[in-house]
């Protein structure tokens, strides 16, 4: 696509476009990341980056710095519903390796739902971050898309310099060696299910909460995702 672009948001009107985005894409009751607070993050060396067709803003990054200069927190990444199917999370993301790389970053850390296959294969397959720390009912209960659904997270972190996410960045299919698949299927509709059978969502939660708890307390890490069988490959 030839009018698709990415770039730093500048000032109040791009940064009021991508607060307006945040509530079309996680729908009512979610608190967006006010325009304000952004453009203070972004003044102090946060991220806030935007995936543009033509003028439009169809999706946005935001990260910010932490207490380790070289690790920046990424918040949030939405795409906006009609955009979805060019591949925008993948190279937002990209977007924001090579926007740290430039600036001495060179690991990134977020947050996210270990039952959503599709932020499971954005996350860890096709970009390569890695997860060993399970975070039970992080933001207690919470509105929008997430509603009813827990607040369980993983925290994926990504070793923007890891031969295997350099790989990944090129397009090539990196030797991740030999890993055991976790015998818990993530849905393949993770708020279908929980609308549908409630209790079965809710015991998928509690059992990949054990499960996952337990292999990371014996020291093994999440470092890849089977899409085919939605399962996580544990190392």
């Known amino acids: 696509m030839t009018d698709l672009h ?4 500048i000032g109040m009107s791009d940064l009021t476009r991508a607060e307006a985005l945040q509530r079309a894409v996680w729908g009512e009751g979610d608190q967006p990341d006010p325009a304000d607070l952004m453009l203070a993050v972004q003044s102090e060396g946060g991220l806030v980056g935007g995936a543009f067709v033509g003028g439009a803003l169809v999706g946005y990054v935001f990260g910010f710095p932490t207490r380790e200069a070289h690790i920046q927190h990424s918040h949030r990444l939405a795409v906006l519903p009609q955009a979805r199917g060019l591949g925008l999370g993948l190279r937002l993301k990209r977007y924001q390796r090579d926007w740290c790389l430039a600036r001495g970053i060179t690991r990134v850390r977020w947050t996210f739902d270990p039952l959503r296959s599709v932020n ?16 039970p009912d992080l933001y207690g209960e919470m509105a929008g898309i997430n509603r009813g659904l827990g ?23 990196p030797d991740r060696g030999a890993l055991t698949p976790l015998e818990l299927t993530l849905p393949q509709n ?43 490959a544990l190392g």
Do not use: C
Not at 155 to 173: G, N, S, Y
Not at 201 to 226: E, H, K, P, V, Y
């Open 6 to 9: 990415f770039r730093e948001l």
């Open 120 to 135: 499971a294969t954005l996350n860890i397959h096709r970009l390569g971050a890695e997860a060993g720390t399970y975070l």
């Open 151 to 173: 607040s369980d997270r993983l925290m994926a972190d990504w070793d923007l310099t890891a031969p295997h996410v350099a790989a990944l960045a090129r397009d090539e299919t």
């Open 190 to 232: 993770l708020e279908a299910l929980a609308a549908s059978d409630p209790a079965a969502a809710t015991r998928l939660r509690l059992d990949m909460r054990a499960a996952l708890q337990s292999a990371f307390a014996a020291g093994l890490r999440i470092r890849d995702f089977d899409r085919s069988t939605r399962t996580y």
